[in-house]
């Protein structure tokens, strides 16, 4: 049994078929609050199909402003708003949100305006945040001591892992999640698999960030939940664990990082297929 961590999905379809191969638990990430009713009707929509007895994954949303959409929604999107959105049963996360230098180089005051917006929002609830970083891992690390300061506690995962050995280090010691994507197969990410051989086995996660970033054999295919477990190969691999364990690792690690969707797994009585 595998589990996406990270997402973007459109259509049922895919979700489906994600189910059928063995994908059974999918965490359709948020990139902006104007999404989140959409989002929130698929997740409902395969809730319904397994109350039916029908083979569909288990499928979870989370609440946030990708710092792509930062400076556009800045006006917008207040701590509560986002506080707000994390009500629902099947909202498990705030996030995707953090800084994107490489993209937004033009918009680092309102991202990073943007993104305390999130730790606070985590810092009062208790949730953990799923963050996005690229070419900003320094700046995000201050944010987050600052975060961990004003409110004790910080967590949460640092999704598509794709920065080096000393952010990983760093933020192991904080006590954070990885996300392996499908970079882990690419041939040039030797670094990345790196990260993955020595990090904390019991805070890894596995996603796709699809339709992004498809894994070796489909490169350059549009990526799907399904593919996921050309990552748990690799994974296994550089553990030198089975692909069993491996899912059965990165599964537990999931519902400990993810406790609402765990509580949610337990009201619906039955194991996640
Ligand atoms: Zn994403």
Known sequence: MFVDSHCHLEDEATAVRAGEAGVRVLLN???????????????????????????????????????????????????????????????????????????GADSILEQKEMFWRHIEAAGKTGFPLMIHVREAEDDLLALLDDGIKTFGRIFGVIHCFSSDMVFAKKVEALGFYVSASGILTFKN???IR????????????????????????????????????????????????????????????????????????????????
């Not at 009707?41 to 959409?69: D, I, W, Y």
């Not at 929604?73 to 009500?87: C, F, M």
């Not at 990165?250 to 009585?269: C, M």
Request: charged share 30%; proline share 4%.
């Open 29 to 103: 990430a948020g990139k902006d609050l104007d999404e989140m009713d959409g989002q929130l009707a698929m997740c409902r929509k395969m809730a319904q199909l397994r109350k039916e007895g029908k083979e569909a994954p288990l499928m979870f949303t989370s609440a946030g402003v990708h710092p792509e959409n930062a400076a556009q929604k800045l006006s917008l999107v207040q701590t509560d708003d986002i506080i707000r959105a994390l009500d629902d049963p099947l909202v498990v996360a705030v996030g995707e949100c953090g800084l994107d230098y490489h993209y």
């Open 189 to 191: 990410a030797e670094d």
């Open 194 to 273: 790196e990260v993955f051989k020595s990090y904390a086995l019991e805070k890894i996660l596995i996603e796709t960030d699809s339709p992004y970033l498809a894994p070796v054999p489909f490169r350059g295919k549009v990526n799907e939940p399904a593919y996921v477990i050309k990552t748990a190969e690799k994974l296994s691999e550089l553990r030198g664990l089975s692909l069993n364990d491996t899912a059965e690792q990165t599964e537990k690690n999931f519902f400990k990082l993810y406790q609402k969707a765990a509580d949610y797994l337990k009201t619906e009585g039955k194991d996640v297929g």
